[in-house]
């Protein structure tokens, strides 16, 4: 069995703000081991069912250089750099194949705009004010759900913040979810420490590819809005300047003042096209793409 596991680092065990999140803070070589030790658990889950699975990471949060590459098993490859569209054009999903059987998404968090959200943004948070999948505001739970499906992988476990389940809940509301801490508000959370995320991650885990071998779970594929178009992305940017740079990149259309426009014949081919326009709406090289 192959594996693909898409990891961002604001849903994983102990992480409630930015201080943990990038280099620069002091929480960040913290914030690493207990993202690293989430993603542990995952694989050995998994491997407790079936000791030949293989697995491919993608460290998919900021610089993604997050995850701690000597933590993982022999039978893992880390998926490491920055998302600019010239490297990993699928962002979080990079790595996944056709191939892959099974995704597990780990450490996630709510999109843009959740009330009291902890960390809550979508993909990029100076950028994004809402996104929008065939007419649907979704996460990156759900967009990178879409992606998966477009490779024929589903997902069968999705982990991160108490916040983020009633957002799963709403369009995939089978999945196992393991929550890694209870969210107050914005930057705090009642946190379980890993001494109890690791075994709850490891079970899950294993519990869900006990399940996904009895009975197999669909790769997710999203409602068309239109009979016409299989995929439409949309993104509503926080200012007019940012949509105005978007629009320059190619296969990107202008919607309104602050909405540009991607359409695929899946979601990846979609996500491709305006993962690039986002790049592009940066006003300077953001850091995920150093
Ligand atoms: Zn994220």
């Given amino acids: 069995m192959k594996v693909f596991i898409a990891v961002d680092m604001e849903g ?27 993603v542990r658990a995952v694989i050995d889950g998994v491997t407790s069912v079936i000791p030949e699975a293989t ?22 490859a880390l998926v490491v750099g920055p998302s600019r569209p010239e490297n990993k054009p699928l962002c ?3 790595g996944v194949t056709t191939d892959t059987d099974v995704a597990i998404l780990v450490g996630f968090h709510s999109m843009a705009g959740t009330p009291r ?6 993909f990029v948070g100076a950028l994004v004010s809402d996104w929008y999948l065939n007419g649907k505001v979704v996460g990156e739970a759900e967009m990178d759900a879409a992606i998966l499906g477009a490779f024929d992988v589903p997902v069968v ?6 916040d983020l389940e009633d957002e799963v809940r709403s369009w995939f509301p089978t999945v196992p979810f393991v929550s890694t801490k209870q969210v107050l508000g914005p930057t705090a959370a009642i946190c379980y420490p890993p001494a109890f995320t690791r075994p ?9 590819i006990r399940s996904h071998l009895q009975v197999a779970v669909a790769p997710y594929r999203p409602i068309p809005s239109s009979p016409a178009s299989s995929t439409v992305i949309d993104i509503v940017m926080h200012r007019r300047e940012q949509a105005d740079k978007a629009v320059k990149a190619p296969d990107v259309q202008r919607v ?20 690039r326009a986002v790049a592009a709406a940066m006003d300077e090289p953001a850091a995920w793409m150093v």
Wanted: charged content about 20%.
């Fill in 12 to 38: 994983a065990t102990g992480i409630v703000h930015h201080d943990q999140l990038s280099p620069e803070g002091r929480g960040y070589s913290v914030g690493q081991r207990y993202l690293t030790g989430d």
């Fill in 55 to 76: 697995f491919v990471v993608g460290d998919g949060h900021g610089l993604m250089r997050n995850v701690i590459l000597d933590e993982l098993p022999a039978h893992a």
């Fill in 92 to 94: 979080q999903c990079e």
């Fill in 117 to 122: 959200g902890l960390l809550a943004h979508t």
């Fill in 157 to 162: 476990l999705i982990t991160g913040n108490s």
């Fill in 200 to 208: 709850a991650l490891q079970t899950a885990a294993a519990e869900a």
């Fill in 256 to 275: 309104d003042d602050f909405t540009i426009r991607s359409t695929g014949t899946d979601p990846a081919e979609a996500f491709r096209k305006v993962w």
